[in-house]
């Protein structure tokens, strides 16, 4: 069954205009094509960076956040209490005003108790801004070589600046090796982001970024296999042209330098609108979706990769969304660069307000006690 399966699904109608298909990739002639095979070298170069990820983290990442001055918030942990950590691991993290109700029976605490308890125990589990810093650092790194790497790659490549040389020749299309380690690295390097994505951290557009990362994986993969290798490496060139300058916001933002966050991310802001919401639809997708039809007949693979590519626009469209209220909250009021999709450390603000009542209260009862001026506990703090 599997086999028929598989002779089903590589049936060459499915992936190559008609007249062509599978016996024109082969190699002949000292001309090497891509072949589906090729792609499990990705699977061993993904658990490289794993590891590279986690030297580079250690080595690398944590030095330079020292380097850059970034400073953690002290941060109060939650006291041991079992009837609420139950609760908050088998309940909900955010326990409804009745919830608080009952548990404040159960435990014989106040309200304000239990919410400060919750609001300490939820931030033990956010993720530290060292954390944070150090996965930026890292994808800064990747996506800053691998712009260069495909730059040098493609600065003498026709189909750099006339996108119709894209389709020349196809399908055989001869397979360079600058080509073949751009995509396996490429390819390896997304792997790597899906295998540790239960533990990097995670931001309120997660699910966006699991179908970004599983459609780059499929539009790497299709595209390697049906030899779309040049439309596969503008695609790629185009995304890595602007990441690096979003993550190394991130870091200056972690560390603190507000200035250099600000300026680079209106850099990144400009950039990424120009190349996905102008160059990606208007250029690349025009000459995939548009140019072919009048080369050769539609076909499934067509519609299959053009399919993926309006995923991917979706998804720009989405971010280019988030980006642009960022900026405009900083252009128009001078408000500093954060990220919406990241969760925030909960604050006590209010808490010192309720600590300052409870010691007045408690002035009222006992009187004054120096020199006829109650004596105020300024030891707590904002932040937790």
Known sequence: MMSQLSEWFWQERLWFPEGLGWADLEDRDGRVYAKGRDLWVALPIALLFLIIRQIFERTVATPLASLLGLKEAARVKAPHNPTLESYYCKMSKHPAQDSIANLCKQTGGSERQVQRWFRRRRNQDRPSLLKKFREASWRFTFYLLAFIAGLAALIDKPWLYDLKEMWEGFPVLTLLPSQYWYYMIELGFYSSLLFSVAS????????????????????????????YIRAGTLIMLVHDSSDYLLESAKMFNYAGWRNACNYIFILFAALFIITRLVIFPFRIIYCTWVYPVTVYEPFFGYYFFNGLLMILQCLHIFWAILIIRIALRFLTNNEKVDDDRSDKDETDESEEEEEEDDCKKEMKKNGPVQNGHAVHNNNHSKRE
Do not use: G, M, P, Y
């Open 200 to 227: 990097d951290v995670k931001r309120k557009d997660f699910k966006e970024q699991i179908v970004h990362h599983v459609a780059t994986i499929l539009l790497i993969s299709f595209s390697w296999c049906v030899n």
